[in-house]
Antibody, heavy 123, light 107 residues
Framework: EVQLVESGGGLVQPGRSLRLSCAAS????????MHWVRQVSGKGLEWVSG????????DYADSVKGRFTISRDNAKNSLYLQMNSLRAEDTAFYYC????????????????WGQGTLVTVSS | DIQLTQSPSFLSASVGDRVTITCRAS??????LAWYQQKPGKAPKLLIY???TLQSGVPSRFSGSGSGTEFTLTISSLQPEDFATYYC?????????FGGGTKVEIK
């Protein structure tokens, strides 16, 4: 059974940093691209960042470009999101999601999602 | 960036109704479109991929159609468990944008 478990969320002051992790199991992690998607409570979904199976292809939403860094450690079956210079508008649930493909874009869909970790940016 | 305009944003319907949700892309995305269902407090669940392919285990009352810039999700006979929020997502090019969502509520 595929499992994606996010951790690292919490309350952080504006301008500070936070690192999210996503522990993957139940599949061959280094075969698949991975993504971070966020959702402000009660609002819609926003794709944040994606990384290919070998970290050769990486991209970010404009809203986080230059502040967030996605990475993965295939030996540890883990995905990360380093978030710097956090802003109040970064407050959201952050989901990690598994791509059906190893290399994207393009791709077909995200087939598994974690349950999310809440990041709250407030003084 | 490719924008996805989903309509309506809110829909009130009764059990047994036929429901159609539209997703329009700002530029052509071939068939690289997926539909997700999300219930409160839960992660999104894949319903349809490649615009019209039903994900395994999803009831056949759900169907998708379209290509290029116009897509639709149809629920042929709304069931109580279908009351949720639905999102389209384009996977043609980064950033992988989502539509604004359609909340389907009980009439």
């Amino acid at each position: 059974e595929v499992q994606l478990v996010e951790s690292g969320g919490g309350l952080v002051q504006p301008g500070r940093s936070l690192r999210l992790s996503c522990a993957a199991s139940g599949f061959t992690f280094d075969d698949y691209a991975m993504h971070w998607v966020r959702q402000v409570s009660g609002k819609g979904l926003e794709w944040v960042s994606g990384i290919s199976w070998n970290s050769g292809s990486i991209d970010y939403a404009d809203s986080v470009k230059g502040r967030f860094t996605i990475s993965r450690d295939n030996a540890k079956n883990s995905l990360y999101l380093q978030m710097n210079s956090l802003r109040a508008e970064d407050t959201a649930f952050y989901y990690c999601a598994k791509d059906i493909s190893g290399q994207s874009p393009p791709t077909i869909y995200f087939d598994n999602w974690g349950q999310g970790t809440l990041v709250t940016v407030s003084s | 960036d490719i924008q996805l305009t989903q309509s309506p944003s809110f829909l009130s319907a009764s059990v047994g109704d036929r429901v159609t949700i539209t997703c329009r892309a700002s530029q052509g995305i071939s068939s690289y479109l997926a539909w997700y269902q999300q219930k409160p407090g839960k992660a999104p669940k894949l319903l349809i991929y490649a615009a019209s392919t039903l994900q395994s285990g999803v009831p056949s009352r759900f169907s998708g159609s379209g290509s290029g810039t116009e897509f639709t999700l149809t629920i042929s006979s709304l069931q109580p468990e279908d009351f949720a929020t639905y999102y389209c997502q384009q996977l043609n090019s980064y950033p992988f944008t989502f539509g604004g969502g359609t909340k389907v509520e009980i009439k």
